[in-house]
């Protein structure tokens, strides 16, 4: 991955999660990848609903484990959430539409390290004792996130 932008944050509580949810689902655009990466635990399902949310999903959010992917009709942007944890081969993973999904509109990647993916925004979530943090990176156009955030 060309990595043109990087930082780091804190993500003390929910309010931050749903913060920096609101600060990508901004930057969201037609063909953009986010890959969400962590522990079990780490937070990608609730950083993806908090990004899902601020795009005007009202419905409820599960995560795709069981369902591999979940396509979501933003009023701006289709937005297609898959879980890649049950994931088998790269075989599998062609038969989930990511191809499609990208040309259609964004997709946010949980377990992203499961599958050979195109370059993107990938936020690493990291449990440091009690405080949780956010390590981003990806292209240089997503550095709008470091002044927003800040």
């Known amino acids: 991955m060309a990595e043109n932008f990087s930082m780091e944050l804190a993500l003390p509580d929910l309010a931050a999660t749903a913060e920096l949810g609101a600060r990508i689902a901004a930057g969201l655009r037609p063909g953009d990848l986010v890959a969400l990466a962590g522990d079990l635990g780490a937070g990608k399902t609730t950083l993806a609903r908090a990004i899902l949310t601020a795009l005007g999903v009202a419905e409820n959010?599960?995560?795709p484990?069981?369902?591999?992917?979940?396509?979501?009709?933003?009023?701006?942007?289709?937005?297609?959430?898959?879980?890649?944890?049950?994931?088998?081969?790269?075989?599998?993973?062609?038969?989930?539409?990511?191809?499609?999904?990208?040309?259609?509109?964004?997709?946010?990647?949980?377990?992203?390290?499961?599958?050979?993916?195109?370059?993107?925004l990938r936020v690493d979530l990291v449990c440091d004792g009690p405080v949780r943090r956010a390590r981003l990176q990806g292209p240089a156009r997503w550095q709008l996130l470091e002044s927003t955030l800040v």
């Open 61 to 63: 959010v599960p995560s």
């Open 65 to 120: 484990t069981f369902t591999l992917v979940q396509a979501y009709d933003t009023p701006n942007l289709k937005v297609s959430h898959y879980d890649l944890y049950r994931l088998k081969n790269e075989a599998e993973m062609r038969e989930l539409g990511l191809d499609d999904a990208l040309e259609d509109g964004a997709a946010l990647v949980e377990w992203p390290e499961r599958a050979t993916l195109p370059d993107g």
